[in-house]
C-alpha cells in the first residue's frame, strides 16, 4: 500500500490521503453510506461509500 488516494468528505469537498498513514476503516455510526478512516494519531476522516468502497480505493491507491 503505497501511495496517495483521491476520496469524497460527506461535505462534498475532495481531499487526498496517504493511505500509508491509514490505521484502519470503519462504518460510520451505523450509516452504509459513510466511512470513517483512522489515522495513526486517533484523528479520523468521513468519507462517502461503504465500507467495501473505501477498502477497495485504499488497497487499489
Known amino acids: 500500500m503505497n501511495g496517495f488516494v483521491r476520496l469524497?468528505?460527506?461535505?462534498g469537498d475532495f481531499v487526498?490521503?496517504?493511505?500509508d498513514r491509514v490505521s484502519f476503516v470503519r462504518r460510520y455510526r451505523g450509516?452504509?453510506?459513510?466511512s470513517a478512516?483512522?489515522?495513526e494519531?486517533?484523528?479520523y476522516l468521513v468519507v462517502k461509500g461503504s465500507l467495501?468502497?473505501?477498502m477497495?480505493?485504499?488497497a487499489d491507491g
Open 56 to 58: 477497495t480505493i485504499l
Open 16 to 19: 487526498v490521503v496517504n493511505v
Open 52 to 54: 467495501d468502497s473505501v
Open 41 to 43: 494519531k486517533g484523528n
Open 8 to 11: 469524497e468528505t460527506v461535505d
Open 31 to 34: 450509516e452504509n453510506g459513510t
Open 37 to 39: 478512516i483512522n489515522f
